[in-house]
């Protein structure tokens, strides 16, 4: 909301070009935004640095991120193993035997792997150091994430433990969509981007998926089969599968671990493709809000 009165205080101004630079930035912001294959590539770059090495210290530079980082971080992991280096919907895990280092990239974080001499730069907020001379660093312009501290088991705490599965285990079926889908009117659009369901679809995905199994983002989730359940979590594993194996959609600071930018974007067949032809049907591509969020759809190929 506050992004569209920037862009309309401009339009009322007449000022047609600064409006048009507002629109792209924001554009810009909301297609660099962390989803889950781009987390999954970052834990994926970090762990081998990482994993088994002790701590030497925490620099802290900005405190007040979306929650303000705990004091005392760098007296509490000093000397202390980082055990594991995992994901759970989109927040990282540093395990500890002590507790666990939780971080969220929020909307424009970004964690990387860098020689501890490294200079730091505007929005690098925290530097996680590594006994071997290279640490983690936490950078955020719009410091919507966040670097938090769990004692005991981080699956527990509040953050994590409402939280649906892992679109990519076995647990998460068409069976078990279906399951909880019954009796549900919401778009199913909405509900498979409900946490609660199953964490990590965004709305590349969910737009995509819903492309790939040939439903109708509109329909109402308690009125699908289970049949076409299974074909819709058939094509949200493979359309994450495929963006974690490309690195993420757009994303070419994740790659800052491994050097190669994400080439997903290429393979996506409706999102942000409106008015552009369906390459099934022919269709025009339609764009409808659900949600407050941008979907993308054609309606010859989805029912
Ligand atoms: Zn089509």
């Not at 540093?94 to 020689?115: A, D, N």
């Amino acid at each position: 909301m506050y992004w569209a009165q920037i862009v309309a205080f401009y339009v009322r101004q007449g000022d047609a070009s600064r409006a048009t630079i507002a629109v792209s930035l924001i554009h810009n912001i909301i297609c660099l935004m962390p989803e889950l294959p781009e987390v999954e590539t970052t834990v994926n770059g970090i762990r081998p640095f990482a994993e088994g090495r002790s701590v030497s210290g925490v620099i802290v530079r900005q405190r007040q991120l979306r929650w303000p980082v705990p004091r005392g971080l760098s007296q509490k992991l000093s000397g202390k193993v980082i055990q594991s280096v995992r994901r759970r919907a989109k927040y990282i895990m540093f395990e500890f035997e002590q507790g666990t280092l939780l971080i969220h990239l929020g909307m424009s974080g970004r964690l990387r792997v860098v020689p501890s001499t490294t200079p730091i730069e505007k929005h690098d907020h925290v530097d996680l150091l590594l006994d071997d001379g290279h640490c983690v660093r936490f950078r955020d312009p719009r410091r919507f994430g966040s670097v938090m501290w769990v004692s005991g088991d981080p699956l527990m705490s509040p953050y994590l433990y409402h939280l649906g599965p892992e679109p990519l285990v076995d647990e998460f079926d068409g069976h078990y969509l279906y399951t909880r889908a019954r009796g549900r009117r919401t778009a199913v659009k909405n509900f498979i981007m409900n946490g609660r369901i199953v964490v990590g679809v965004g709305n590349i995905y969910a737009s995509e998926a819903l492309f790939r199994s040939g439903i109708r983002p509109t329909r109402a989730a308690g009125r699908i089969a289970l049949e076409r359940y299974d074909l819709l979590v058939a094509a949200i594993r493979s359309v994450l599968g495929e963006a974690i194996a490309a690195g993420g959609t757009t994303l070419r600071d994740y790659s800052s671990v491994t050097g190669e930018p994400g080439y997903f974007e290429q393979a996506l067949k409706v999102y942000e493709r409106q008015g552009q032809p369906c390459e099934a049907c022919g269709d025009l591509i339609k764009r409808k809000v659900i949600g407050q969020r941008a979907t993308y759809y054609c309606s010859y190929c989805q029912v």
